[in-house]
Each structure stands twice: as structure tokens, then as C-alpha cells.
């Protein structure tokens, strides 16, 4: 029997489960570009770029291998514009009884395609998206105990023992090898001048990018972001090479700078593979696999190769088992009541504090920043001053070329906001600008001075930080990791609070924390 296989823009896997049982000379592998996914919300320009770009090169490679592809493009005459209508349309023009998907990551497609299968009047199959190395049955399992209640918190180290236990990365004998699990304690260093930044290779658009980049600045020329230069890896082939360029030049120094951060170095010793692992041209295993086979040539240190493992086979495993374990409820979380409306300066980069201007400002070039400018610098802005976790959900899913919401909500909601009251983490990711300063060069070309505590030339983190510790004191006195700042707040003279508010009530009603008046720009 002839079988439509939808594959979703990031899905791009030859051996993702919908394509298990694909024949080439029978089934029609369905693919399709629709403006509802495009502005489900208003995606950064490169990162549609990039998606169209490498769906159809899938597409391509498919073909290549002899199956038919029906892929609707964006601007096909008669596009419907969203994903339901488009598969109606597909079955009946192929003429098939029976629709093979893959489960969708995010749980609103999820939902979609489980009306599809009600709704088509065909045969639905929707399987398990098993790229994961923790299906939701490990996880829920590993997350829940045995009469199936939920606990107060989960901690990903231990979630991510479980995995190297079951995985064998990085074990010998039943135990971690160099006899710790972890070791992020080497991967704390902030960068001398002489270390040299391992150069990216850069992709050049080929012809079917170069189209899709027409396309993406004709039809979505008012969304965020810089289009060009345009050079991510779009096909399998270079993502592959790409993945080789990392684990030789840039893994071996990953653990050491890890969360250093220096100003015009977007990407430093960082791989920028999620973008390439979350939409499926890399697979997460083959990842840790070549850095694992590194490290046992010597190429490559134990503290690199255990951060990166770490990141993969457990951050990233633990926030897609959080997202699935909490939903819908997790999309509202606000543990810490915070209602301030997004700055507008999140969209210009135009703010005086350096920190935030060269993040924000590589964001709108790249689509990219890496994990401590998100988690330090943005996300610990945002924690500070008390801004809507949805509004920074949201913006956080349209400026990163790897958001999608199953990794980007519990980054945000959990790791950066602690707007689910630590469920994620053990205490918030709160610092001022002392922490900023010791991890990045910023505060050297900065207007304010990091060095002030309070006045009109005082570094804004230095106030918000003892501003937010104060407003959120009911909640965080109970929290015992807070216990030694705490009574550091208990202690404050109440002249010097006085001062911390009223500096810190100047800078929030300040002109440049104004909200956009109309939403994301456009
Ligand atoms: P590297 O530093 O090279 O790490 C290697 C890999 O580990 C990454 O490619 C990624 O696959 C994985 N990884 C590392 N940290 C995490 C993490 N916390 N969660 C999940 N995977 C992780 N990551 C996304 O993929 N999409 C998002 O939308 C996203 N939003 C974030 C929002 C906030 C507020 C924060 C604090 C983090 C967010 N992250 C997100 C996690 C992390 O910052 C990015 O995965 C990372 O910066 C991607 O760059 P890289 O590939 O160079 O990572
Ligand atoms: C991110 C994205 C965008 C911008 N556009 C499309 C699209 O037009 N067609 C498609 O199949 N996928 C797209 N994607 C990726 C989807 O958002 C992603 O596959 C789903 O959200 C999965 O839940
Ligand atoms: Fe950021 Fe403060 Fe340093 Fe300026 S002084 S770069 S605002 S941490």
C-alpha cells in the first residue's frame, strides 16, 4: 500500500522513524513550507533561511535516492498556508489511504496531527521520535516515583548518570572514566588574550539557498534579524564536515573556556551544532560518538569531552523530558510574578550596557549566541529585572536558529527565569556584574562602571541583583542554596537598600526599559 510520510522541517533524518519502512518506488515522502509554521511566531530571518534551505536539500537527497517527494514550497500557487490543510490537500492529489508521521517535537503540532488522524479519514500513524536517547517512558520513569507523583525538583546530574550508565559514553567498567561524572569545575576559566579562537568554516550559499534567501527577505523582510551573510551548513554533507572541523579544531579547548564570553567572538570554542542536531542533520549520538572516539586518540581532553557529552546526552535530554513531564501547565509558569513588559532595546540592541548590546546585537547577525551570553547575560538581565517569562519565552523562540519550544521553554522558564520555582534549578542563575566582568572583556567598553555599586554610572546589574534578592524575598529565603546571600540582604542597612531601590526604580522606569509599543518589530 502506497504511504504519505510528512516530514517536518525539523525532522531532517534519513533515519528518522517515519522514513523506517519508506520504499522508494511506492510511497511519497510529503514535505511542505507553509506560512502559519513561518509566523507561528515572527522567526528570526536566518533561521527560516536556513530551515526552507535545508528542507529542501533534504528533499533533494531523497530524490537522489529514487523517492518521489512532494514538496509544497512557500510561494506554490495555491499553498494553503498551514500544515493541516496542506496534508489534506497532499493525500488526496497522491491518492493515499495511509499517513506516516513522526511524533512532532513541540507539543502545539503534536496536537495538530492528532486531529489530522481523526480528521483525514485515512490510516494515521504517528510514531515515536526515537533520535532521543531517553524516550518519554525513560523519563518518566527515571522522573517519577514508583506510585507515579511527580517530586518538588529534579536535578539533570543524576538524570544524566542514568544516561552514562545507559549509553557507555564515557565509562569503563561500571564507572566514569578519570573516576568523576563531572567535571565542570576545569570549565570555568576565563580567557587570556593569548589564546588564539579556532576559525569557523563558513558555507557559501549555493543556488537553492540563494532562492530562499530571495524568498525569506520578500516575504518575511519585517521579521528580526540579518539575513546576510548567510553560512550555516545546510546539507547533510556539510553538516558532517562541519561536525569533523569542530571535534578537531574547536572540541579540545570546548571545556576550558566554556563560559567565557569576548567581545566580537560570538562562537569562541562552542560548536554550534544545536541548530544542525535540533532540526535532525545531525544526529545526537554521532555527535558524541566522533568526540568520544577524539578523546580516546588523545585528541582531545577529558573535561572537553565530558562538558560536551554532558550538554548533549543530558541537558539536552533533561529539557526535552521536562517539557513533555510539564505541559501545558509549564507555558505559564511565573513562580516569581514577573510582569515587566520586554524592553524594546531587545529588538535594536541599543542599550548602554555593553553586555546586552553585543549579545543582542550578535543575535540579530547570527541567530546565535552561545549558552552564557543567553544564561548570564540575557537571561540573567531579564531575571533581574522581572520581565514576563512569556514574553521572553517568546522572545527567545524567534532570535536562535535552534529554538524550538521543547528545548527553548525550559532554558528559559526553568534554567533562566526560575519561573518554575526550581523545579529545574536549585537556585536561581542570579548574578551582578562582578560575575559578568570576571567571565567576558565587556565591562572595559562599557558607559557604566562595574565597579559602582550605586549612582547613575553604576553597572544596572550591580543594584538589580540585590534589588531582585530583595523584591522576591519571601520566596527565596526558603530556598537553603540562598541562605548565605540572604543574610547578606538581612544585613543591609536599610539606607543602602533605600539606595539599591531607588537606583534600581530610576533604571526600570528608565526611557530605554520602555516596552515595543506594537510587539515584536515588523
Ligand atoms: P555548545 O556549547 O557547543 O553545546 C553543545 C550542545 O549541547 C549544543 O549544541 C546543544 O545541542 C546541547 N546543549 C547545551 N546546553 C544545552 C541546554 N541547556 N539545553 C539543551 N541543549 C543543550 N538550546 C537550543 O538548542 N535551543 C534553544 O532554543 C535554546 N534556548 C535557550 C534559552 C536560554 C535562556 C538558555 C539559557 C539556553 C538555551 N539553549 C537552547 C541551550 C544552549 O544555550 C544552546 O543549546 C547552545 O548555546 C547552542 O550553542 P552550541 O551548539 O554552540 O552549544
Ligand atoms: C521552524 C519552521 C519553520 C519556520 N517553517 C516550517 C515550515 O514551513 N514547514 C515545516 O515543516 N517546518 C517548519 N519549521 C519547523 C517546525 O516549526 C517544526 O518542525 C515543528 O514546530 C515541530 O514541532
Ligand atoms: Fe554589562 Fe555592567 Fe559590564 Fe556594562 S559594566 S558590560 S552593563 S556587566
Request: with cysteine; charged share 25%; aromatic share 12%.
Amino acid at each position: 500500500e502506497k504511504v504519505l510520510r510528512f516530514v517536518l522541517g525539523d525532522q531532517l533524518s534519513r533515519d528518522i522513524s517515519s522514513l523506517y519502512e519508506a520504499q522508494p518506488g511506492r510511497d511519497v515522502v510529503f514535505m511542505a513550507e507553509v506560512m502559519g509554521e513561518a509566523t507561528s511566531v515572527r522567526h528570526h530571518k536566518k533561521k527560516i533561511a536556513f530551515v526552507f534551505s535545508a528542507m529542501r536539500h533534504f528533499a533533494d537527497d531523497l530524490r537522489r535516492e529514487g523517492f518521489v517527494v512532494d514538496y509544497v514550497q512557500l510561494d506554490a500557487d495555491g499553498n494553503p498556508g498551514d500544515f493541516g490543510s496542506a496534508l489534506a490537500a497532499a493525500v488526496e492529489r497522491n491518492g493515499v489511504g495511509r499517513v506516516v508521521i513522526t511524533e512532532p517535537s513541540e507539543l502545539r503540532v503534536l496536537e495538530a496531527a492528532e486531529t489530522w488522524r481523526e480528521e483525514l479519514g485515512v490510516d494515521f500513524d504517528i510514531l515515536a521520535d526515537d533520535r532521543f536517547l531517553a524516550s518519554h517512558e525513560d523519563f518518566v520513569s527515571w522522573a517519577t516515583t514508583d506510585s507515579g507523583a511527580q517530586p518538588k525538583s529534579l536535578r539533570m546530574e543524576y538524570f544524566y548518570r542514568e544516561m552514562r550508565r545507559s549509553t557507555g559514553y564515557l565509562m569503563k567498567d561500571g564507572a566514569p572514566v578519570g573516576g568523576q561524572w563531572n567535571y565542570d569545575q576545569d570549565n570555568r576559566k576565563s580567557l587570556p588574550e593569548s589564546v588564539s579562537i579556532p576559525v569557523r568554516p563558513e558555507f557559501k550559499p549555493d543556488s537553492i539557498t540563494q532562492e530562499v534567501m530571495a524568498l525569506v527577505s520578500s516575504r518575511f523582510g519585517d521579521h528580526f534579524g540579518d539575513i546576510e551573510p548567510f553560512d550555516y551548513p545546510v546539507t547533510r554533507t556539510d553538516a558532517l564536515a562541519y561536525l569533523d572541523w569542530f571535534i578537531a579544531d574547536a572540541l579540545p579547548g570546548f571545556g576550558d573556556w566554556q563560559d567565557a564570553m569576548k567581545q566580537g567572538e560570538p562562537l569562541l570554542f562552542h560548536s554550534h551544532l544545536s541548530t544542525l542536531i535540533n532540526c535532525g542533520l545531525l544526529g545526537p549520538s554521532e555527535c558524541c560518538d566522533r568526540a568520544e572516539t577524539a578523546y580516546r586518540e588523545g585528541e582531545v581532553p577529558l573535561n572537553a569531552v565530558e562538558g560536551f557529552i554532558r550538554q548533549i546526552i543530558g541537558w539536552r535530554e533533561f529539557v526535552r523530558g521536562v517539557y513533555w513531564l510539564k505541559m501545558p501547565d509549564y507555558a505559564g509558569a511565573n513562580a516569581l510574578a514577573a510582569k515587566r513588559a520586554l524592553p524594546g532595546f531587545f529588538w535594536t540592541g541599543e542599550t548602554a550596557m555593553n553586555c546586552m548590546s553585543q549579545a543582542i546585537c550578535e543575535t540579530r547577525s547570527n541567530a546565535y549566541a552561545h549558552h552564557i551570553q543567553r544564561l548570564m547575560v540575557i537571561g540573567n538581565f531579564c531575571l533581574l529585572a522581572g520581565i514576563d517569562p512569556r514574553q521572553v519565552q517568546e522572545w527567545f523562540l524567534i532570535v536562535y536558529s535552534d529554538a524550538y519550544e521543547w528545548v527553548e521553554m525550559p532554558n528559559v522558564v526553568g534554567m533562566a527565569l526560575f519561573a518554575d520555582g526550581g523545579f529545574v534549578a536549585s537556585k536561581p542563575y542570579a548574578a551582578s556584574g562582578a560575575y559578568i566582568n570576571k567571565m567576558s572583556d565587556y565591562c572595559a567598553s562599557c558607559a557604566f562602571d562595574v565597579k559602582q555599586k550605586s549612582g547613575e554610572k553604576a553597572c544596572p546589574f550591580n543594584y538589580l541583583y540585590w534589588n531582585f534578592l530583595s523584591e522576591n524575598e519571601q520566596v527565596l529565603r526558603k530556598n537553603h542554596r540562598m541562605g548565605l546571600i540572604m543574610g547578606s540582604l538581612g544585613k543591609m542597612s536599610k539606607d543602602r537598600l533605600k539606595e539599591v531601590r531607588d537606583d534600581s526604580g530610576r533604571f526600570l522606569e528608565s526611557q530605554q526599559m520602555r516596552g515595543w509599543d506594537n510587539g515584536p518589530p515588523g
